[in-house]
């Protein structure tokens, strides 16, 4: 199979390790990590959301780095043993883990397209209780993107020629993906323009934020009133959403910085993760409801969309009258 020049790939190669054999356990091991990190932010994230298509794909995600985990542990404990006609070995391990790191490594920019126009879309509709038929769209359009990007991958002439270099060699290289980085490296730029054109208000706003128990939630209070309405002032509504993205993921802003700045080289494999998605869904939703902010509907419903953020008060404005309301109506300040 002829090799090509890969100056237009997604994904950048090296050799890290010369035998397989060396990187069968390390992969078990990190492997059984992500998979144990995918199922406790699945298990953390709020139940009562909107239906999504990044809902559908982090689970779908899931499913696959947990049947990967199966098959390597399963090679693992048995070396080398046929299978339908088939021998597979330990080379299997670092073979099947390329091919995901591959795959991994052309689905941040397709998978955050899909998202963002999901959201631009439905985050003005009045919302409704998912149909079967908008459930089965979901499904469809996670399996038509894991299924097309692999048909590519495993049809890309260099792609290909690296794994056939691989099985001559013995060797178990590591994928790194160009398109996280430059996807961190955009977020992380909008969020640093943001916090300079917002930066008094954020400052005014913080200063005057209150923490309560409402609804056995807590919640932001923004008792600071401006003079324009947050629907109509879109600088008023940058700062809370950025107040709210900011209060909940800051944390893991800290750490793509640290990893950009330490240029540090991270596995496909392990990049693409649900941690990582459901951080990159907050912020298409925060972009989402800034575009479209006349458009919104007030409704309970319109705040369902992010398993991890509540943006209700990001819309609804809190003064001093509304926050001495909702002391009396029983309210718990927490500070």
């Keep these: 199979m002829a090799a090509m020049s890969c100056e237009n790939c997604s994904f950048q190669y090296y050799s890290q390790l010369n035998q397989p054999l060396e990187a069968s356990c390390m992969l078990l091991l990190i492997m059984l990590g992500k998979v144990s990190l995918?199922?406790?932010?699945?298990?953390?994230r709020r139940r009562d959301v909107n239906q999504s298509f990044m809902g559908y794909f982090c689970i779908s995600l899931a499913l696959l780095d947990f049947t990967l985990l199966v098959n390597i542990a399963f090679i693992f404990y048995f070396e080398d043993f046929a299978l339908w006609g088939?021998?597979?070995?330990?080379?299997?391990?670092?073979?099947?883990?390329?091919?995901?790191?591959?795959?991994?490594?052309?689905?941040?920019?397709?998978?955050?397209?899909?998202?963002?126009?999901?959201?631009?879309?439905?985050?003005?509709?009045?919302?409704?209780?998912?149909?079967?038929?908008?459930?089965?769209?979901?499904?469809?359009?996670?399996?038509?993107?894991w299924i097309s990007v692999l048909f590519?991958?495993?049809?890309?002439?260099?792609?290909?020629?690296?794994?056939?270099?691989?099985?001559?060699?013995?060797?178990?290289?590591?994928?790194?993906?160009?398109?996280?980085?430059?996807?961190s490296l955009a977020i992380l730029s909008v969020l640093c323009v943001a916090l300079v054109i917002c930066w008094?208000?954020?400052?005014?706003?913080?200063?005057?934020?209150?923490?309560?128990?409402?609804?056995?939630?807590?919640?932001?209070?923004?008792?600071?009133?401006?003079?324009?309405?947050?629907?109509?002032?879109?600088?008023?509504?940058?700062?809370?959403?950025?107040?709210?993205?900011?209060?909940?993921?800051?944390?893991?802003?800290?750490?793509?910085?640290?990893?950009l700045l330490l240029g540090a080289q991270i596995p496909a494999y392990m990049e693409m993760n649900v941690p990582w998605l459901y951080f990159i869904n907050s912020f298409l939703i925060a972009t989402a409801y800034w575009f479209r902010c006349h458009d919104i509907q007030l409704t309970?419903?319109?705040?369902?969309?992010?398993?991890?953020?509540?943006?209700?008060?990001?819309?609804?404005?809190?003064?001093?009258?509304?926050?001495?309301?909702?002391?009396?109506?029983?309210?718990?300040?927490?500070?």
């Design 300 to 335: 309970e419903g319109t705040w369902s969309a992010d398993p991890f953020v509540s943006w209700k008060f990001c819309f609804i404005p809190f003064n001093n009258q509304n926050t001495e309301q909702a002391e009396k109506s029983g309210t718990v300040i927490i500070c």
């Design 200 to 259: 008094s208000e954020v400052i005014t706003m913080v200063r005057s934020v209150r923490i309560i128990s409402f609804t056995s939630e807590t919640v932001l209070i923004f008792s600071y009133a401006s003079d324009c309405d947050c629907t109509v002032c879109k600088k008023q509504l940058l700062t809370r959403l950025l107040i709210c993205f900011l209060g909940t993921w800051a944390p893991f802003v800290f750490l793509q910085m640290i990893i």
């Design 38 to 44: 995918n199922l406790f932010m699945l298990g953390v």
């Design 152 to 183: 590519y991958i495993l049809k890309v002439p260099a792609v290909s020629a690296k794994l056939e270099i691989q099985n001559h060699f013995f060797t178990c290289p590591f994928y790194i993906s160009v398109q996280s980085y430059w996807l």
């Design 86 to 145: 088939v021998r597979f070995t330990k080379y299997h391990i670092c073979l099947f883990t390329q091919i995901i790191s591959f795959t991994y490594g052309v689905l941040h920019y397709p998978v955050c397209l899909v998202s963002v126009l999901d959201y631009y879309i439905t985050i003005s509709q009045t919302p409704k209780p998912s149909s079967i038929g908008q459930r089965l769209f979901y499904i469809l359009a996670v399996v038509f993107i």
